[in-house]
Each structure stands twice: as structure tokens, then as C-alpha cells.
């Protein structure tokens, strides 16, 4: 079994106790690989090495057209090794190998993007009355700690890291530790890339009591960025707030999906088996909570149910697999508990169930109350809740009834009705007649329990940097 370590100051190296994780493929349900298995010694060690790279090191001080060499650099190596990388999530997660693609290509836009967001963002120039002259310089803020979910491993490790680099931080990664791989061979390329020693670290290991809470306590950090559960937002929330340390925190979510009766329903099946079965439906922006108007509701589910009843299941490394088993044992036991509370909840599965292995078949739910588990609570998983709706008011209501406020999606033809229905619905992205399109300019992030802050663009920039106002006397 292949070794995948830390990489702490530009070096791959064990954990300081020489402990070690399996790190087990969910379609095999069998170890592939051996993990460095971190403790807070090897946390605290990342963030001295960060530290020491941006207070000593030339990252900072490089400038922005350097840093942004480098960071082509690297996605160039990722472009060139993309079936490596892509293979890493797909046996650590059992996302199927396309879909791995998809997210590979996705990351490295992401490398692409903010290396040139940095070096071609202007700032804002305030001439003023008084013979003075104002403006904003952004510098970076220092040590960034990124945590990662297991979902989108490379895809979110990027997300939140190239946008600290560019910007000239210094970074903590620290992966889920069930999807470990891709983020040791990331920082692996970022070497061959030229990124210069404790610019980028990554360490493995668990979150409570060990690798994780170690760097969201630690005092030495400048920055938290965080994707996962609310409650795991909360937990870190509460930990940097210890020595006011900023955070931004992508959270769960619970999307709503509205289908008028005037959509196109070719497309709106489309996005709808998309928004909910794709990834095995284990994305935090995933339409679980689908709403269709009465006088399409029996033409669509028709559509809906046979088009979810033709996903290919199978070996996530075969190419024509559609549809992989859950992450994790773990992950799986989670949502299969569902089924086993939804006859007393009320719920009634019209396709779909627990599979063989750690599958969770394409799963479509009709007949629950609006308080059943499943229409409150995040799933995770394959488990789409589909209601029929009169008004557009009612399902306005209806789909804005959540703690939740990640993404909502729209399907109508009525101009109108799409501008004033995304207005009126509570969620940070709102789709209409598409899902899963995004521009990395816009911001990014959730409402209540969905996330505090937003990433993207210079909205990123404003995370990851200490703006500053510099007045200037011009006139004596
Ligand atoms: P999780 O919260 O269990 O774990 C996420 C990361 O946090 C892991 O790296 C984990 O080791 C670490 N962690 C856990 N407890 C910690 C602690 N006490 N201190 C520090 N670190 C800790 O989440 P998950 O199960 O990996 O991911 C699924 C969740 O992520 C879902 O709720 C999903 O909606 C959410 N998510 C949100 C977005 C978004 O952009 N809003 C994107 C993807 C996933």
C-alpha cells in the first residue's frame, strides 16, 4: 500500500509519533492506502512552518505576478496528472471517475483563477476634498487554516487555499480524514511547482481532540476557513473566537428546488436528478427538497422517477458509472437510518432504498409532513422529499421554512416570476433554470445555519487579506 504523508515545510514526512490510518475504498470496503495519522505535535508543527515561510520566507514579499507563475505552475502539474488525482477521490470516496474529472478540471480553475483575481484586482482609489488622498492596499493576513469536508476533496481544498496564496498568506490544509490522498499529492505538485518551503502545508488527521481543534485553538493562526457540518461550524466557531480570529464557515444545507408549472420539464428533470443524485447526492448545495407545482406534478415525477430509475450504479472507476456507494461506513449507516424512521414519520419511498455494499440507491420520498426528519434535517445523501404546491406564495413559504439557507433553485419560463421569486427566497446562490453553474467572482456562502461569510472573488480577497486605508497629504 502506497505511504501518503504530511508535507510540512516543502517536506513529505510520518507524524512525529509514527502513527499511521488506513484509508479504506468505499466500493471495495477494503484499505487502499496508508495515511500519516496526525496529532496536535504535528499541527503545531505545520502552523511554526507556515509561520516561519510568511513571516522569513519569500511568498509574501515575492509579489503578485511571481505567485501567480507558480500557481500556473502548479495547475499545469495538476492538469498533467489529473488521473491521479482524480483516481485519489474516487477511491477515497467513491465518487464516480468522471465526476473526479469534472472536479479535477473544477480545481484546477480554481488554482488559475485566483493566482490571476490577485494579480489583475484593483483597489479602490478615494480622492478627497481636503488636499488629502485615500486609498486601500491589501496585504495578506498571515497564517490561513483551511478545513475541508470529505465531499469534494480536492475540489473544496482548493477552493478555500488558492485564493489564500494568491493573496500571499501561508496555509494549514488539513483534509477530512477519509478523503486524505488528493490533498498529499496537491501539495506534492505545489513543490515540483517551485512553491517555496511552509507556503503550503498539508496534515492529516481527525478533527475533535486531535489535528483539527489543535488548529483552530492555536494562537499562532490568522485566519480559519471552514467547510463541513454546522454543528462541527459551531464547535469552530466558538474555538478561534478564543483569540478573535476570523473565520469563514460553509456549512450544511437542506436546497429547495421549485418546478412551476410552466418550466421547461425536460430541463427541469435535468437538474432536478442532477441536484440531488449527483455525488450520490452527498453535496452540501444538493436540491433535497423538491417542490412541484399540481398541474405539472404527475407529467414531471413520471419523467423524474424513470430518469432516477436509469442512473448506471456500479464501480465508481469505471467510467460509465453514474452513481457510487456512500463515503464511508460511517456516512452510510447515517443515511440509512432515514428509512428505518420514515414509515412513523409518515413518508412513503416511491423508488430507491438501501442497496447492497455501501449503496443507497437513488432514493424519492413522497407523503411526509412538512416536520418529518427527512424534510428537516440534512440527509447527505441520495434522498430527494418531493411536495406539490398550489401558489407561488405557498412555496415560497414552504421552501424558505428551513434553518438552512445554502441555494435554492427555480424552474419557470415566466421572467417575472424567476427575478421575484429569487429574490423572496432565503439562500446565498439561487439557480434559475440550472444548477451547479458557478462563476468564482460571486460570492459564495449561506444564510442562517447554512454559513457565515462569503468566499469568491474579492470577497475572497476581503477574508484572506488586512485591508488597509492609507491617507496621504498631497496639498500643505
Ligand atoms: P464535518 O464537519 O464532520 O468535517 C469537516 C472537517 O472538519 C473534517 O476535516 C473534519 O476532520 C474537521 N473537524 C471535525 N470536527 C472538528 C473540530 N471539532 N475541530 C476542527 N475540525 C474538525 O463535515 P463532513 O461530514 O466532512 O462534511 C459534510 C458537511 O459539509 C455537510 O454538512 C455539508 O453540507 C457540508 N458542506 C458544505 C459546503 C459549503 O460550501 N457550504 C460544501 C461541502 C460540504
Given at each position: 500500500m502506497e505511504f501518503f504523508g504530511h508535507v510540512i515545510d516543502g517536506k513529505e514526512v510520518p507524524s512525529i509519533d509514527g502513527k499511521t490510518m488506513h484509508d479504506v475504498d468505499p466500493y471495495t470496503r477494503e484499505p487502499w492506502a496508508a495515511v500519516a495519522l496526525g496529532s496536535k505535535s504535528d499541527a503545531d508543527r505545520a502552523v511554526a512552518s507556515a509561520r516561519t515561510a510568511f513571516h522569513e520566507g519569500p511568498w509574501p514579499r515575492m509579489g503578485y505576478e511571481k505567485r501567480q507563475q507558480i500557481l500556473h505552475r502548479l495547475a499545469d502539474l495538476m492538469e498533467a496528472n489529473a488521473d491521479e488525482l482524480a483516481m485519489a477521490d474516487t477511491r477515497d470516496m467513491g465518487k464516480p471517475i468522471t465526476q473526479a474529472h469534472h472536479d479535477v478540471a473544477r480545481s484546477t480553475w480554481n488554482v488559475r483563477f485566483f493566482a490571476d483575481h490577485a494579480r489583475f484586482s484593483s483597489a479602490e482609489a478615494l480622492p478627497m476634498d481636503s488636499g488629502h488622498h485615500a486609498y486601500t492596499s491589501y496585504g495578506p493576513a498571515g497564517v490561513a487554516v483551511a478545513i475541508s469536508p470529505w465531499n469534494f476533496p480536492l475540489m473544496l481544498g482548493t477552493w478555500k487555499v488558492a485564493p489564500a496564496l494568491a493573496w500571499g498568506n501561508t496555509v494549514v490544509l488539513k483534509p477530512a480524514e477519509d478523503t486524505p490522498?488528493?490533498?498529499?499529492?496537491?501539495?506534492?505538485?505545489?513543490i515540483e511547482a517551485g512553491m517555496p518551503p511552509g507556503v503550503l502545508n498539508v496534515v492529516h488527521g481527525f478533527g475533535p481532540d486531535s489535528v483539527g481543534s489543535a488548529l483552530t485553538e492555536n494562537p499562532d493562526v490568522d485566519r480559519i476557513t471552514f467547510t463541513g457540518e454546522s454543528t462541527t461550524g459551531k464547535i469552530i466557531s466558538a474555538a478561534a473566537s478564543k483569540h478573535l480570529i476570523p473565520v469563514s464557515l460553509e456549512l450544511g444545507g437542506k436546497g429547495a428546488n421549485l418546478v412551476f408549472d410552466d418550466a421547461d420539464l425536460d430541463n427541469a428533470v435535468h437538474w432536478a436528478v442532477q441536484a440531488i443524485f449527483r455525488n450520490a447526492g452527498q453535496v452540501c448545495l444538493a436540491g433535497s427538497r423538491l417542490f412541484v407545482q399540481r398541474g405539472v406534478y404527475d407529467a414531471f415525477m413520471e419523467r423524474y422517477v424513470a430518469a432516477a430509475q436509469a442512473l448506471r450504479m456500479g464501480d465508481p472507476k469505471e467510467p460509465a458509472t453514474e452513481f457510487g456507494p456512500l463515503a464511508s461506513l460511517k456516512h452510510f449507516t447515517k443515511v440509512s437510518g432515514y428509512f428505518d424512521t420514515l414509515g412513523a414519520d409518515g413518508g412513503r419511498l416511491l423508488t430507491g432504498g438501501v442497496g447492497d455494499g455501501w449503496f443507497v440507491a437513488p432514493s424519492i420520498i413522497v407523503d411526509a409532513p412538512t416536520d418529518a426528519r427527512v424534510c428537516r434535517e440534512e440527509i447527505f445523501g441520495p434522498v430527494v422529499v418531493v411536495q406539490p404546491f398550489d401558489t407561488e406564495d405557498e412555496v415560497v413559504h414552504a421552501a424558505n421554512d428551513t434553518r438552512y439557507g445554502l441555494n435554492a433553485m427555480v424552474f419557470t419560463e415566466n421572467l417575472s416570476r424567476a427575478h421575484r421569486v429569487?429574490?423572496?427566497?432565503?439562500?446565498?446562490?439561487?439557480?434559475?433554470?440550472?444548477?451547479?453553474?458557478?462563476?468564482?467572482r460571486a460570492p459564495f456562502g449561506g444564510v442562517g445555519e447554512s454559513g457565515v461569510g462569503r468566499e469568491g472573488g474579492t470577497f475572497s480577497r476581503e477574508f484572506f487579506t488586512e485591508p488597509k486605508a492609507v491617507v496621504m497629504q498631497i496639498d500643505r
Open positions: 490522498v488528493s490533498a498529499t499529492v496537491w501539495a506534492r505538485l505545489a429569487a429574490d423572496k427566497l432565503k439562500a446565498g446562490t439561487v439557480w434559475v433554470n440550472c444548477f451547479f453553474i458557478r462563476d468564482l
